[in-house]
């Protein structure tokens, strides 16, 4: 007897592991009639009774229990095996570049689910204030803060970002938690060399900026750390320090956001691109959608 259509065991394998042809249809997006017509189907034709239909009820039979698990074993390898020569076209390295902010407080985080579900790719960073360029060829894929127009590469929009103001709880010693621009003022403010109007204190305080003391920092990493550490109150990008206020590490210190004037892009170099490529491509942008609703899924093309 020839064995039945792969895709008739597979929604037979979902009926016998739900014990139910309506879960079965919702996990495979179609209908139960639909479900129980292929059910009737492949038990003509197997001539064995696979399922015990009550008028409010289903069991799996004892025949239909032992198929169920070597359909399930059978499922498994075959599901293995495209795995793995999915997984031979990626094997090998991926050069990564992008700023030490971002990869330290975003991405660094989430790399281990990465390497989890891609052990095959070996993934290397490349970090640097100024841009990589991908013209080398040594570069596969960079993030980058910017405005997303690069003659090196082809962009894709990640998401956009805003400036928010945190710090660490330590600093504010069991007060709550200022809200106003005259409540923060009273804190030690932490201020870094930026070219972003939002990142900017005077866009947040106005003239009130120029009669206040400030911890200068070099950059915004180090401005940041500094607000880890309780140093004072710091203005940062709102993906680098979500992870953080979620955590309890840093307290958001004003309900005030404002939109930078750079987002953050996936940029390639011109031309195919590579498996590995396109996998850590596909599992970033999932990363940005399980974080903010601004995330956006395009596919690669032109910088824009």
């Not at 292929?38 to 064995?48: D, I, N, T």
């Not at 960079?142 to 400036?163: N, Q, W």
């Not at 210190?253 to 490529?277: A, I, M, Q, S, Y």
């Amino acid at each position: 007897m020839a064995a039945p259509p792969l895709t008739v065991l597979r929604t037979f394998e979902a009926a016998a592991r739900h014990g139910s042809f309506a879960r079965a249809a919702s996990e495979l997006n179609v209908t139960p009639a639909a479900v129980s017509q292929q059910m009737r189907l492949l038990e003509g034709r197997l001539g064995v009774e696979l399922f015990s239909r009550g008028p409010r009820s289903l069991a799996v039979t004892s025949a239909g229990r032992d198929y169920a698990t070597q359909v399930a074993t059978a499922l498994a390898q075959i599901d293995a095996a495209t795995r793995s020569l999915g997984s031979r076209d990626r094997a090998g390295v991926l050069q990564v570049a992008t700023f030490p902010s971002f990869a330290t407080f975003w991405l660094l985080p989430r790399l281990r689910a990465f390497r989890s579900s891609f052990p095959e790719v070996d993934l290397r960073l490349s970090l640097a204030l100024q841009l990589t360029s991908l013209s080398a060829g040594v570069t596969d894929v960079a993030i980058r803060f910017g405005r997303g127009i690069y003659e090196d590469g082809r962009s894709m929009l990640l998401m956009a970002d805003s400036a928010i103001a945190v710090c660490s709880p330590s600093l504010l010693a069991g007060r709550s938690v200022p809200k106003s621009i005259s409540a923060i003022a009273a804190l030690p403010l932490i201020r870094d060399a930026v070219d972003e109007r939002s990142m900017h204190w005077r866009s947040w305080l106005g003239e009130q900026e120029a009669e206040l003391p400030f911890i200068n920092m070099p950059d915004g990493m180090m401005s940041l750390q500094a607000a880890l550490l309780g140093h004072g109150v710091a203005l940062t990008r709102r993906s680098l320090a979500i992870d953080l206020v979620r955590e309890g590490r840093l307290v958001r210190v004003l309900d005030e956001e404002k939109p930078t004037d750079f987002k953050l892009w996936l940029v390639v170099p011109h031309g195919p691109v590579n498996d590995r490529t396109s996998a850590f491509s596909d599992w970033i942008r999932n990363q940005v959608a399980q974080q903010t609703d601004r995330a956006c899924a395009p596919t690669f093309g032109s910088s824009h």
